[in-house]
């Protein structure tokens, strides 16, 4: 299978799982078509891809979600290309990749996030993962989650859950704070053994996000909250800005490569506080 329709195929499927994802939240909001769609375009003249990305805010369940697609090409600028694989001869790239952020209202469900892309330099890779970051312990929810992403890895292969899961706790952390962004999760990259292996997992790792979001929206949605849980929300979300500010690769990788900025920083909450 040549290259061209690796990347055919790998763009159409991000974009299948934009609406389903997208359908999901509005069956759980309970109303259809209350995502405000924005589409941008990227390059000097336009003529370097783009994407689309769908922001739904004070809803029902949620402050603020932001489910996001884009497929952008171009070259690497001078300072950033030697920082990505495969790109020490030619700076062309192609890229694709979807990304979701979730705030939700009540205090009891956490913040969740998910993205897998594809990058294409003189050779091609997967990477991607999802994370959730409760602002209130809770071991039931711990144990749950990782359980299901492990069975969702071992399909794959049995040592996935725990290169990946690793690779999260040690990624998803403040340095400045000294503490984890929330409980972690899987996270991969530079993901490149074998196509059809690799796409068959990324889409598991989509597939399997849909669920457990859905999920523990459904279990934790109806637990009553107050001001004091609210609060310590904000707080939480304050750790979440300083992460994707200071260290989210995704983030710097988006802004250095003239992608759209409103789309990039879809993933910062509406509110939040610090002390």
């Known amino acids: 299978m040549n290259e ?38 990227r390059g000097k003249n336009k003529n370097e891809g783009g994407g689309e990305f769908r922001i ?21 600028s001078k300072e950033f290309k030697n920082k990505i694989p495969g790109t020490n001869k030619n700076p062309k790239f192609w890229a694709s990749g979807i990304s ?40 039931k929810l711990k144990k749950w989650y990782h359980k299901e992403l492990k069975y969702m890895c071992d399909q794959h292969n049995k040592d996935y859950y725990k290169d990946y899961k690793k690779w999260c706790d040690e990624y998803f952390y403040l340095p400045h704070r000294k503490e984890m962004r929330g409980i972690g999760g899987i996270f991969f990259d530079y993901k490149k053994n074998n196509w059809e292996k690799d796409f068959a997992f990324v889409r598991d790792v989509g597939i399997t996000f849909k669920n457990i979001f859905k999920q523990i929206i459904l279990k934790k949605q109806k637990i009553k909250w107050n001001n004091r849980d609210k609060e310590m929300q904000y707080l939480k979300r304050g750790r979440y800005v300083e992460f994707n ?17 409103e789309g990039i920083l879809m993933s910062l909450p509406p509110l939040a506080k610090w002390k």
Request: hydrophobic share 35%.
């Open 4 to 41: 061209e329709i690796k990347k055919k195929i790998v763009k159409n499927w991000f974009k299948i799982l934009q609406n389903v994802i997208c359908l999901e939240i509005e069956e759980l909001e309970g109303k259809k078509k209350i995502f405000k769609s924005k589409s941008w375009l």
């Open 100 to 139: 979701v952020v979730m705030h939700t209202k009540n205090p009891n469900v956490p913040a969740m996030h998910f993205n897998t892309r594809y990058i294409f330099t003189s050779y091609g890779w997967f990477g991607g993962g999802m994370d959730i970051t409760p602002c209130k312990k809770d071991q």
């Open 56 to 76: 739904l805010e004070n809803g029902k369940i949620f402050d603020k979600v932001g489910v996001n697609f884009s497929e952008v090409y171009g070259k690497f």
């Open 245 to 261: 500010l200071l260290y989210d690769r995704g983030t710097k990788f988006g802004l250095k490569t003239g992608g759209n900025v």
